[in-house]
């Protein structure tokens, strides 16, 4: 079946700016994760949701980040007055929650750049 | 919280020569420790876990080890071929749905013909 997928796959943007990331996961995974991974780094946390709620958002830097989840299907991560250390790759990641262990599959990434 | 350290942070193997990358992880809590591998431009994926109730786990020429007390997981891999090269992420968190994964640096392994 389809795996989880990201649009876009980049975006370009300059410093201040909006922007929106999509995801969508895989058909009847309920959790869905986003990380970001920096160059040379490995993915980190941002924010967890199952279903439609985020159920831990503790790894949202500030208040510019922000995400959604209204119909507990495709996540949109958006992020406010964008910085240059914003720029990195952003991952989604879906998992099905009803097995041990619940493993994630990721997406393909977006990679944003903030000039 | 978990903090997870990886070593090497690059490692150049020989075609047929064998690879260990080591995690160590300290948060005593965790008991879920996956290996992905991203090669380049391309998404994580996961080649093997293991949890914290079983010592060591293989799959055909990849293999994990875990040793809870000293808090340290290994990912061994047998019999390296050129398409073995990607960066290696080790990860650790707790068996629970909705756990986020916390990654080590990663490690870059180069493996030449």
């Known amino acids: 079946g389809a795996g989880v997928s990201q649009t876009p796959s980049n975006k370009v943007t300059e410093k201040g700016k909006y922007v929106e990331l999509r995801c969508d996961p895989i058909s009847g995974h309920t959790a869905l994760y986003w990380y970001r991974q920096s160059l040379g780094q490995g993915p980190e946390f941002l924010i967890y949701?199952?279903?439609?709620?985020?159920?831990?958002d503790s790894g949202l830097p500030n208040d510019r980040f922000f995400a959604v989840r209204p119909e507990g299907s495709v996540s949109t991560l958006k992020i406010q007055r964008t910085e240059r250390g914003d720029s990195a790759v952003y991952l989604c990641?879906?998992?099905?929650?009803?097995?041990?262990?619940?493993?994630?599959?990721f997406g393909p990434g977006t990679r944003l750049t903030v000039l | 919280g978990e903090n997870v350290e990886q070593h090497p942070s690059t490692l150049s193997v020989q075609e047929g020569d064998s690879a260990v990358i080591k995690c160590t992880y300290s948060d005593s809590a965790s008991n879920y420790f996956p290996w992905y591998k991203q090669e380049l431009g391309k998404r994580p994926q996961l080649i093997i876990d293991i949890r914290s109730n079983v010592g060591e786990k293989k799959d055909q020429r990849i293999a994990v080890t875990l040793n809870k007390t000293a808090k340290h997981f290994s990912l061994h891999i047998t019999e390296t071929q050129p398409e073995d090269s990607a960066v290696y992420f080790c990860?650790?968190?707790?068996?629970?749905?909705?756990?986020?994964?916390?990654f080590g640096k990663g490690t870059t392994l180069s493996v030449s013909s």
């Open positions: 949701f199952q279903g439609t709620g985020a159920a831990d």
């Open positions: 990641a879906s998992s099905l929650r009803s097995s041990m262990p619940d493993t994630q599959y």
């Open positions: 990860a650790a968190s707790r068996l629970q749905a909705g756990t986020a994964l916390i």
